[in-house]
């Protein structure tokens, strides 16, 4: 009896304190967000299966999961498209994944962000094996891993004090997160300056940029700060061996009827003047279309697309988003890429 007892008090206790908790970070402008983790991307990869030569997939890395949104796609053309971009990656193993290893014949939109498109196509390169360890879980993945998936995403959507994310932001307040903010005597601190989220994400995988990004100068400026540190360290762009893989990887994809377009996404500031000296355009996403014998969209080109501020200088503000998404589907309509499929 005075075991059950201790139980119930031990359990009220620990109710107690982690509802003060969930308040206190409720007052401190914490939310309740998904982590857009590997399994979460493993279960978006798994729609591509069933998909037929009427749907989109969408590739790329962080700027086409922010400036392309997913409910604004479908409200233009008629159908969801599946989100396959992944923040800090290159499309390239995605999509040679997909050119071998399903049957997909519709259209696949890869967003060419120049810094990390134009790499070695080498697990050794970051921005590849971040894309390469998505497909590993999409294939490797345990039922146990598939079952704490779904068992998490409830209680992820409910709970601010689970805000922890797979990118491990500086201001995550799961207590892996909170343990590693710890200094102990000299314990050395990591030299990229801190990094905060600045965006949710859906189960779509649809992403919505916070609306402090957009209205607190300083918040963006930390954000800033990271692209520019990221951007002076990264490795010299190469443009052959991306070249050679996608001109063996297109044939194959259309000779079985499937599509691909390019997409160069809005950069503003000190990070698009970054581009333009170390990657310029004409060398590279130019010179890259040419050999390659591709569609590509081109913000600078299209006066609908290249009216946008980025806030942090590298990803469009939510209401933007929408209407950069909603003017690209209108563009890729008049160029037969796309039927609105609520007509047909």
């Known amino acids: 009896m005075k075991l059950k007892k201790s139980f119930f008090i031990a359990l009220l206790l620990s109710v107690i304190a982690l509802g003060y908790w969930e308040y206190h970070l409720r007052s401190q402008g914490y939310i309740a967000v998904i982590d857009d983790n590997k399994a979460l991307w493993a279960e978006t990869y798994k729609k591509v299966q069933k998909a037929s030569s009427e749907d989109v997939v969408l590739l790329g890395s962080s700027r086409v999961h922010f400036d392309i949104q997913v409910d604004t796609w479908e409200k233009r053309a008629g159908i969801k498209p599946i989100m396959l971009a992944s923040d800090g990656t290159t499309p390239t193993p995605v999509f040679k994944d997909i050119v071998n290893n399903t049957d997909y014949n519709g259209l696949v939109v890869i967003g060419i962000a120049p810094g990390l498109f134009f790499t070695p196509n080498s697990r050794d390169v970051f921005f590849w094996n971040r894309a390469a360890v998505r497909l590993e879980h999409y294939y490797e993945g345990t039922y146990a891993q598939y079952l704490n998936h779904k068992v998490s995403i409830p209680l992820e959507n409910s709970f601010a004090f689970l805000n922890g994310n797979e990118e491990d932001w500086n201001d995550d307040v799961d207590l892996k997160t909170m343990l590693e903010q710890i200094r102990i005597g000299e314990r050395a601190q990591s030299p990229i300056p801190p990094f905060y989220n600045f965006a949710k994400v859906d189960l779509d995988r649809n992403v919505t940029m916070f609306e402090k990004t957009e209205t607190d100068t300083a918040f963006a400026n930390t954000i800033i700060k990271v692209w520019h540190f990221l951007g002076k360290g990264a490795p010299p762009a190469i443009k052959e061996p991306v070249i050679e ?35 310029p355009r004409k060398d590279f996403y130019d010179e890259f279309l040419k050999q390659t014998n591709s569609k590509g969209y081109h913000f600078e080109d299209y006066e609908q697309l290249n009216q946008f501020d980025c806030p942090e200088e590298s990803h469009l503000y939510t209401p933007d988003a929408k209407t950069f998404t909603a003017e690209l589907v209108k563009i890729m309509m008049n160029d037969g890429l796309l039927t609105n499929t609520k007509t047909n």
């Open 245 to 279: 893989l996608y001109n063996e990887l297109i044939p194959r994809f259309e000779a079985r009827g499937g599509r691909v377009v390019f997409l160069r996404n809005p950069s503003t500031g000190g990070t698009r003047f970054g581009e333009n000296m170390a990657i």
